[in-house]
């Protein structure tokens, strides 16, 4: 039993005062140190260490060890009785997250974990200052079968009134069945709540977690109690590099792209390993499984249903599984019926006219060609399949582009507005030099000469020369010859693939559009049935005005490509991935740069894993649904090894790097746009540059010096790393920004954060609501534009438009890919956004960060209302006027679904 001690009155109110009245009237919180320890109390001994702020204000050194009271050092009453410290009751706090839905399994377990509660096998907890006793929760059977999203356990400890202020909290999991900690809040010591961020999934009978306070720790600064808790965990997470990863372990490590292939197979079915001096790629997430059979160096793959491993914590929640599963079934649907489709009627492959594209928005697959009873009768379990057509799932939504004006797509006007602010805007360059020149070897791939003359253009400028044109920055470009004529050979080998490699020069007009006026189409010089080299024109003519749309009908296959393989995958997908597997691996959960990268980190390691296992593999939808087919990784890591640059990745940096950007330090940013109307650049470098204020405001309160950053050891690792190891097949150039200053730590992170928040959001969340409309947006195309020595130039001026309709994907193919595509275009429910911290309490203790950071928030609802106002300026006309869609792509904030705007934290679809 505990004996208690009588406390004169003015004490009481005292601790009142400094403990909260509420814990003192409800529980009696002070015993003598002679109080015998119970199952759910803790005694530790009466050393404590001082936290930095406590040690500067008494002048001691940051590893000192001493004596303190837990009160207050003036109470008297412990500085008489030094021999018996006070003991007083503090509570700690577990908020775990419940699943919504269990399965058999689930509920067996938990009722396992509730019996073996009253027999010892619990859940532990430790609080840590120097040494401990643990206590267990009590109250986790009464609670285990609570249908709510989160449950809160108690758990409470008799603690020495030496102890100190814990810094960590050692929890062991002796249940059979593992559960997802959100946090733990200590109630009771007199500095207030103490917040111990956790986000985790407790292993059972995994030894001991560790959970750190939410107090930043520079890896100089740690007190000494928890530098070897710091050690060790990060011991943990890098893992030994050794074995096949279990899906319950949290083990970061690093591999190359060696398993999007499947030799097992067959010679079609193997693929190159991207990583290493043959193919240089950044690195991903090692998983350790076994070699194929055909081939030692790649690894073996695991196929849906069955789970990819990433780090147990890197795994989707509950919702966020819950909207991606609902879009790939919604996927599986699409895919499954035009094969049953395909196998009733041959005449059902292909597209006939703009209204079976239409009847995939009004009636669905299935009604539209009346084979609803038919196919259903053929599946297994029809009445699943029909309540999903009742539910609307096998109807696609009507698409942004076309809601608001059926025939934009068709008009030269809305091809160059894609260009500035479509889904992929970030391809558009200035054109410097005409005509321009290719930089391929011409020993291989002929004359660097473009096709393009001063006949093509100069009747199309308002009066000016090209050269004033040139000079008055009125002339741009999209150029994809570089990057696909290497592949064009085997690609165009491929069935049912047909491609260019495109370039598409724009005028820009007084209102401050783009005219498209003049496309190029270059093919192989080794190919013998079509001239390498052609220019189309816009049309004068009936037949014409299909040769144009067929033209921009293949420079939009380009653009599709290069958007999802190097601008999307390449540039936010997976040159990220190395930063964050060394950021878990290099810098701890205690680090500040770790905590301010944190909420961009969410979901990416998941995300990537499962395009490796379902989109960018042998076989995959990028494979099946975009022209390069077998070659798209390949054309990917050909962008990697000759264009992708760390230092060109922010935003101003890109800009000026593609010439529609000067420098002009009298700007913002320090540079002007060449074009005012450029919706993705203007609103982009507001949120750039309220990221970047953000940063350096919370890199300059902890870094004051270079010494500081040089002498981060962790800090320093982890960039190390993420070049060394993470891009290890360009870690010799010497573009690579040094980590030498504050301002260079702030301008990196800026642009990791950029990276995977806005400019992910600019290329991610509009691919349905542009590309989800076939027409306006091939991923692929069939068919090459006969000339008049090609046979099937008389089948194309007999019916113009069955033409164009039979070069476009066909059913499997569009429907396959709208799937797709309408699923990483959805919020999901749990997203979090810019600007935004759902568990604020886990983020930052220190109330200047804190106050930078809302000053951050604040900014980023008035670029929204900025944004909102451009958009309904009838001055800017690429993103506003009859039919013109608003430029939303990078408005921060959204709705859950398909919405086409929202900036979420990170590249979490």
């Given amino acids: 039993m505990v004996s208690h001690i009588h406390i004169p009155i003015p004490l009481m109110a005292l601790a009142k005062e400094m403990m909260g009245s509420s814990l003192l009237e409800k529980t009696p919180f002070l015993a003598t140190s002679s109080s015998s320890s119970s199952s759910r109390r803790l005694v530790l001994n009466q050393r404590r260490l001082l936290f930095p702020f406590q040690q500067r204000a008494m002048g001691m050194g940051r590893s000192c060890v001493v004596v303190k009271a837990a009160i207050s050092e003036d109470l008297e009453l412990v500085k008489s009785v030094p021999h018996k410290a006070l003991k007083f009751k503090v509570r700690a706090v577990l908020s775990v997250r419940n699943k919504n839905k269990e399965d058999f399994k689930d509920t067996l377990v938990k009722h396992l974990d509730a019996l073996t509660d009253k027999i010892g096998r619990n859940v532990v907890l430790e609080l840590v200052s120097n040494d401990f006793d643990p206590t267990v929760l009590q109250d986790w059977s009464k609670k285990s079968n609570l249908k709510t999203e989160r449950v809160n356990y108690v758990a409470e400890f008799m603690v020495d009134s030496n102890f100190g202020i814990p810094g960590a909290i050692l929890v062991s999991n002796k249940h059979q069945q593992e559960f997802f900690l959100e946090s733990i809040t200590v109630e009771g010591f007199p500095r207030g709540a103490l917040h111990f961020p956790c986000d985790s999934w407790v292993q059972s009978n995994k030894g001991k977690r560790v959970f750190f306070s939410n107090q930043a720790y520079l890896p100089h600064e740690t007190p000494a109690g928890l530098k070897g808790l710091r050690e060790k965990e990060l011991r943990e997470l890098r893992g030994d590099g050794n074995g ?47 070699a194929t059979y055909a081939n030692l160096k790649a690894e073996s793959r695991v196929e849906k249903p069955l789970p990819m491993y990433v780090p147990r914590d890197e795994q989707f929640e509950e919702s966020k599984m819950t909207t991606f599963s609902t879009g790939r079934l919604k996927a599986v649907l699409h895919n499954l019926i035009p094969q049953l489709m395909a196998t009733i009627s041959a005449n059902n492959k292909d597209f006939k006219g703009f209204s079976d594209i239409d ?140 491609s260019y490699a495109t370039r598409t020069v724009f005028f820009l007009t007084d209102l401050g559009t783009l005219k498209p006026i003049a496309i190029e189409l270059s093919l192989p010089p080794t190919t013998s049935s079509s001239p390498p080299k052609r220019v189309v024109t816009p049309p004068v003519d009936a037949t014409t005005y299909w040769m144009w749309q067929l033209a921009k009908a293949h420079v939009c296959s380009n653009d599709a490509g290069v958007h999802q393989l190097v601008n999307h995958w390449l540039r936010t997908h997976a040159a990220l991935e190395p930063f964050i597997l060394a950021a878990h691996r290099q810098m701890s959960a205690m680090h500040p740069i770790f905590k301010l990268l944190d909420p961009h980190m969410r979901y990416t390691l998941e995300i990537n894993a499962l395009a490796r296992q379902g989109l960018i593999n042998v076989d995959g939808v990028i494979e099946s649904c975009f022209t390069p087919g077998r070659y798209c990784m390949e054309i990917s890591a050909a962008a990697y090894k000759s264009s992708w640059r760390f230092d060109m990745e922010s935003l101003p940096a890109d800009l000026i790097r593609r010439g529609m950007a000067v420098r002009d330090p009298t700007q913002p940013h320090g540079l002007k746009l060449v074009m005012d109307d450029y919706p993705y650049a203007a609103d982009g470098l507001m949120i750039w540059g309220a990221i970047e204020k953000w940063v350096h405001k919370y890199v300059a309160h902890y870094y004051q010096d270079a010494n500081q950053v040089c002498n981060d050891k962790e800090l ?29 730590l702030a301008s990196i992170i800026t642009t990791i954060i950029w990276l995977a928040s806005a400019q992910h959001a600019a290329l991610n969340f509009g691919q349905y609501p542009y590309g989800g409309y076939i027409p306006n947006r091939p991923p692929l195309v069939r068919r090459l534009i006969p000339d008049e020595n090609d046979p099937e130039y008389s089948i194309f001026l007999t019916d113009p438009q069955k033409y164009f309709f039979c070069a476009l ?36 203790c220190d109330p200047e960060v804190i106050e930078a950071f809302y000053e951050f928030s604040s900014e980023i609802r008035g670029i929204e209302k900025e944004i909102e106002k451009r958009n309904a300026d009838p001055k800017r006309r690429n993103r506003c006027g009859a039919g013109v869609l608003p430029y939303e792509l990078l408005a921060p904030s959204s709705e859950p679904g398909v919405t086409c705007r929202g900036v979420p934290n990170s590249v979490s679809i």
């Fill in 716 to 744: 320093q690792a982890w960039y190390a790393e993420s070049i060394n190891v993470g891009h290890a097949d360009l870690r010799h150039e010497d573009w690579w920004p040094t980590l030498a200053t504050p301002e260079d």
């Fill in 359 to 498: 009847s995939l928005y009004s009636q669905g697959l299935l009604l539209k060609l009346g084979l609803h009873d038919e196919i259903l009768n053929k599946m297994p379990i029809p009445e699943a399949v029909n309540k999903i057509q009742n539910g609307g799932l096998l109807k696609f939504d009507l698409p942004k582009i076309v809601s608001k004006d059926k025939h934009a797509w068709l008009r030269d006007h809305e091809f160059g507005r894609q260009a500035l602010a479509g889904v992929n805007p970030v391809n558009i360059q200035r054109l410097q030099a005409f005509p321009p020149l290719s930089k391929l070897d011409p020993q291989t791939y002929g004359s660097p000469e473009s096709a393009l003359k001063d006949q093509h253009i100069s009747d199309k400028l308002n009066g000016m020369t090209i050269q004033e044109a040139l000079n008055a920055n009125r002339l741009y470009i999209i150029d994809y010859h570089d990057i696909y004529l290497p592949f064009l050979d085997g690609m165009n080998a491929l069935d049912g693939r047909k």
């Fill in 244 to 290: 096949e990863r279990k899906l319950c372990d949290r083990i970061y490590d690093f591999d190359v792209y060696n398993d999007l292939g499947n030799p097992d197979k067959g010679i079609d079915f193997a693929r190159p390993i991207l990583g290493g001096q043959e193919i240089p790629y950044p690195r991903r997430c090692r998983t350790g499984r076994p």
């Fill in 809 to 844: 994907p066909s059913l499997l193919q569009a429907t396959k890919f709208m799937a797709v595509v309408d699923t990483l275009s959805t919020h999901s429910p749990d997203e979090e956004y810019l600007g935004e911290r759902n568990h604020q309490s886990i983020w930052s």
